[in-house]
């Protein structure tokens, strides 16, 4: 059985910093591109940044300079290093698994972990 798990969520004031991590359990987690995501209620989910299989990250401009993806393949976890929190980060944060072979796609949520950035 699959399972992603997202940790690190809570209350921060602007400014501050969280780590988010997201522990991967049933998959071979090394062959997986691990991506985060949040969704700010009445927004659409939003891609926030991607860590490939291959080494290679990437970033949504809007969160640029401020956070940094990570992965530890012995651990099985991904980290998202948010920085310079601003109250427009509040949000509810998923971390994903996906991966393509062909035609084979495997896709995997965890469940969230909410961030409020507040004063």
């Known amino acids: 059985q699959v399972q992603l798990v997202e940790s690190g969520g809570g209350l921060v004031q602007p400014g501050g910093s969280l780590r988010l991590s997201c522990a991967a359990s049933?998959?071979?987690?090394?062959?997986?591109?691990m991506s985060w995501y949040r969704q700010a209620p009445g927004k659409e989910r939003e891609l926030l940044a991607v860590?490939?299989?291959?080494?290679?990250?990437n970033y949504a401009d809007s969160v640029k300079s401020r956070f940094t993806i990570s992965r530890d393949n012995v651990k099985n976890t991904a980290y998202l290093q948010m920085n310079k929190l601003k109250p427009e980060d509040t949000a509810v944060y998923y971390c994903?698994?996906?991966?393509?072979?062909?035609?084979?796609?495997?896709?995997?949520w965890g469940q969230g972990t909410q961030v409020t950035v507040s004063s």
């Open positions: 049933g998959i071979t987690f090394s062959n997986y591109a």
């Open positions: 860590f490939t299989a291959y080494g290679s990250t």
């Open positions: 994903r698994a996906a991966r393509a072979i062909g035609a084979l796609r495997n896709d995997y």
